[in-house]
């Protein structure tokens, strides 16, 4: 069986000689039609923090000479051949998104809300009610009610973060992905997918963005492959 | 007051104008929740689903939340053998 890691152009260089990914396994490319897949033999184990951390090294070295579509982890082939049919059937597809794509990489910012909940309380748990007791029961849901009624209303919170941030990069006219991770609190999640010689201008788009955006704290990450532009 | 701030500091000391790409990437680790958000919720999918392993147990990949969990009992059981590595919290 074996590993994937993302595919390239064929014209773009292949891996470095001697790399090796994921349990210490040799990267090999496999190509047809112009297309190559970057693949290393698998132990078809699950995602510990070790493998995700060589799974994207190899897919990092990849992005130094130009942007691959990175494959989700644990994308498993069973031969050489079953790889290389999975490039056929999608060989337009993957070749147009590769041309799009080739100087372009994707940049990640969270967006954490600042303000959190109150000493003692903790939104996950419900409020004891202070008016007149009413059966257990229905006290147990009403408290359920307020829970849930906070934490939707934390993820609008976050949604609405994260789409006044984005309007902020309007000008740049970049793709964007936006998404709110789960949590206490939640945290929204946005992608960019920016050209590689404007990422010194992104950055200071974001500094000018994060000193602007009362209420939130902006990390950035990246750049990554194109992750979240790509099915 | 917000701030923005790199996967690491030092990605804010870089000259505006980037040479190479080796500039670019440097050997900045990602955080934990950036790398686990991306490889396994995004990404080319080839197959319908991505079965994976945790800990001995086959899980079909659900959602990422499901998967944090997993990985953080998969941490506990795995223990020395994570020694060391960051956590994300």
Known sequence: ?231 | MSDARAGSPAAWDRPPELETWADVLGDDAPSLAELVNRLLDRGVVISGDVTISIAGIDLVYLGLNAVLTSVATARKQLGPSLAGEPVEE
């Open chain 1, 1 to 231: 069986m074996l590993h994937g890691y993302c595919i390239r152009l064929a014209e773009h260089p292949p891996p470095d000689a001697g790399l090796s990914g994921v349990d210490g396994k040799p990267v090999a490319p496999l190509e047809r039609g112009g297309l190559v897949i970057w693949v290393s033999a698998s132990t078809a184990t699950g995602p510990s923090m070790i493998r995700l951390r060589e799974h994207e090294r190899i897919v990092r070295s990849a992005l130094r000479s130009a942007t691959p579509l990175p494959l989700r982890f644990g994308t498993v082939f069973s031969d050489e051949r079953d790889a290389l049919d999975t490039l056929d059937a999608r060989h337009q597809e993957f070749e147009r998104l590769l041309r799009e794509m080739s100087d372009r990489v994707e940049m990640g910012l969270r967006i954490i809300p600042l303000e959190e909940p109150g000493p003692g309380e903790r939104v996950d748990e419900p409020r004891r009610s202070t008016t007149s007791p009413g059966s257990p029961g229905r006290e147990y849901l009403e408290a359920r009610r307020r829970v849930l009624a906070d934490r939707s209303a934390e993820m609008e919170t976050a949604r609405a973060l994260v789409d006044q941030v984005d309007r902020s990069f309007e000008d740049l006219g970049l793709p964007s992905v936006r998404s709110v991770l789960r949590g206490s609190p939640p945290v929204g999640s946005l992608a960019h997918l920016v050209q590689r010689r404007s990422l010194s201008a992104y950055h200071r788009r974001v500094e000018q963005v994060a000193r602007g955006a009362g209420g939130a704290r902006i990390e950035v990450s990246g750049p990554w492959a194109p992750y979240s532009f790509v099915r």
